[in-house]
């Protein structure tokens, strides 16, 4: 039973142009979402986060939006660079120390 | 300051074969966890620890036993392994399992293939 859901496997865009990976929940218990970035052969690194008793949190480039009554959280990259090609891990917490994750969505941007 | 260590960094077993999987952080985080990657599965939780002496099983933990004597060691330990646990196993810390972040550093992760 996979509570949180990446369901795009793969985006391309342009360099310069907005990213956007969904990630779906169904767990309404899970209290932080996280987002994760990989590299091959490397482990994932921690990009950005959120509390459930946020809808919106900004770092650079990086937004994440959740909306709680959808069970959905995106992550907005603008604007979009070579470099930010890499797999993206959305993850859900709960408050037992108990972590669920995605199953990634490739990003590939384009020169 | 490693961060997070693991070796090996691949290994081949046979099935029945045991082995243990070491992990380390030098971060003085007292959570530390194993998931394991497998294709379109993301990364699922074996096993996590909220401190030296304390361990607690995840979404996947057949198969897999866990001890945590130190809070700089968390070693994975395959008793029988078979072919289904082939996969990329990564281990990971963080601060406390209390702080709101629940931000956690991964290591590079071991391949591990059982014929």
Known sequence: DQQV?????????????????????????????????????EGPTFLISISSIKDKNEDG????????????????IVPSQPGDSAVYFCAASLVSDDMRFGAGTRLTVKP | NAGVTQTPKFQVLKTGQSMTLQCAQDMNHEYMSWYR????????????????????????????NVSRS??????????SA????????????????GTASYEQYFGPGTRLTVT
């Open chain 1, 5 to 41: 859901k990446q369901n795009s496997p793969s985006l391309s865009v342009q360099e310069g142009r907005i990213s956007i990976l969904n990630c779906d929940y169904t767990n309404s218990m899970f209290d932080y979402f996280l987002w994760y970035k990989k590299y091959p052969a």
């Open chain 1, 61 to 76: 480039r990086f937004t994440v939006f959740l909306n709680k009554s959808a069970k959905h959280l995106s992550l907005h």
């Open chain 2, 37 to 64: 990657q497998d294709p379109g599965m993301g990364l699922r939780l074996i096993h996590y620890s909220v401190g030296a002496g304390i361990t607690d099983q995840g979404e996947v933990p057949n198969g897999y």
């Open chain 2, 70 to 79: 130190t809070t700089e060691d968390f070693p994975l330990r395959l008793l």
């Open chain 2, 82 to 97: 078979a072919p289904s646990q082939t996969s990329v196993y990564f281990c990971a810390s963080s601060y406390s399992s």
